[in-house]
């Protein structure tokens, strides 16, 4: 029997997490915290935000970097239809990153582990499921390295996105159609949000629920997160929305 109903404590909204192997913890982690807040303003009683999903290319274990295994819930071809994606990093075990196609390959073939989104990038099934996906869903996320498969898949043609800096002239090689503004640790550009930076899986969350459910819930999503005042207090409203990727709306 399928684990997958949206009913009675579970939200509507699903939101896929793509695993693989090397995938890296931080780069979904506490977007995973942030979309389990309760929603409470919208429904009046204690239910996500989101029903987040891990899905993998099988159901096998995935290993992350650091070594610890996550098992996923579902697979790429058996996983109900999602409302978003997000797609973490897996720099593997450096910055390094070959600029010559040719070795690249061979280094895939040489070394497949520790390497994670340049292995997955050749990945045919897995960029082609992120390809349909991507017209399926509302959003896709991609959280650091993890703009990498977005641009294997042709989402960030002629897109502003961001990665992490030491990327830059590697995806400037391999992906010169993709405008990249490095500086900025969130890029909204509509259908498309990639983040950067220990807070980049935080503010790109955050930018989701006040998108979906308005600057209301993201406040009180990240007071369920971090109960202090800092989220609070009304002469801190706008620098938070300003540094955490809320849109606050007028006369809110």
Known sequence: MREYATSGVFADENVGILLFDDVELATFAD???????????????????????????SKRPVTCRGGFQLQPQATIRDH?????????????????????????HIDILLRPDGIGVRRERHNADLIDWLRDQSLRVEVVIGICSGAVLLAACGLLKRCRATTHPRLCSWMHDFYPDVVLTPEKTLVDAGHVITARGWKGPFQAA????????????????????????TWVLPNSMVHFSESAGIDRPSGE
Do not use: E, H, K, M
């Open 206 to 229: 955050l930018r989701v629920i006040s998108r979906t459910y308005g600057f209301s819930a993201a406040l009180n999503a990240a007071s369920s997160f971090d109960p202090g005042n």
């Open 31 to 57: 977007a995973v915290a942030l979309f389990c807040a309760d929603d409470d303003l919208n429904t009046g009683r204690s239910r996500p935000l989101f029903r987040p999903l891990l899905i993998a290319q």
């Open 80 to 104: 109900p239809p999602l409302d978003l994606l997000l797609i973490p990093g897996a720099r593997g075990s450096g910055w390094d990153w070959p600029t010559s196609r040719v070795v690249d």
